[in-house]
């Protein structure tokens, strides 16, 4: 997941599109108990050059499969985080480094996963999930005990 710089600055142009499909790294998901689907996950969008820094904006979209946290069925969720994000030669707070004309977004996305991805997963917004007492799935109708009347 690399922007190479240098065949934008060659042709004088100071923005430019990207898009990737990457494997993540299934070791960085922070939601309990899930993982990555199978799929390949994307990164796209478009990027500025400024003097030495280099402003990034886009998109990240990825699939996370697992267990809801309310019903414990198998379910996946399509997560898109948006971010706007500066690149720089020069260390700074709230910024990725960059060098030799070559702007890597593996640390980036990285940290969009760590810090935005989902912490848990439902099936749907509206699950009900299990009764305590006697954990019928509460989904698929009332089951009957006192706690639920």
Do not use: H, W
């Not at 848990?120 to 019928?136: E, N």
């Amino acid at each position: 997941m690399v922007i190479d710089l240098r065949e934008f600055k060659q042709k004088g142009q100071f923005t430019g599109d990207f898009n990737f499909d990457f494997t993540p790294d299934g070791e960085i998901l922070p939601t309990l108990g899930a993982k990555f689907s199978n799929e390949t996950a994307n990164v796209s969008g478009s990027f500025e050059i400024d003097g030495r820094d280099v402003y990034v904006y886009g998109k990240l979209t990825f699939t996370v499969e697992g267990e809801c946290a309310r019903c414990l069925k198998d379910c996946s969720k399509v997560v898109l985080l948006e971010f706007d994000e500066k690149f720089s030669i020069f260390k700074e707070d709230d910024c990725y480094l960059y060098s030799k004309d070559r702007i890597d977004l593996t640390d980036m996305v990285n940290d969009l996963i760590l810090s935005e991805a989902p912490q848990i997963i439902y099936c749907k917004p509206d699950c009900k999930g299990l009764c305590p007492t006697c954990g019928k799935d509460l989904n698929e109708g009332e089951c009957g005990c006192s706690t639920n009347s």
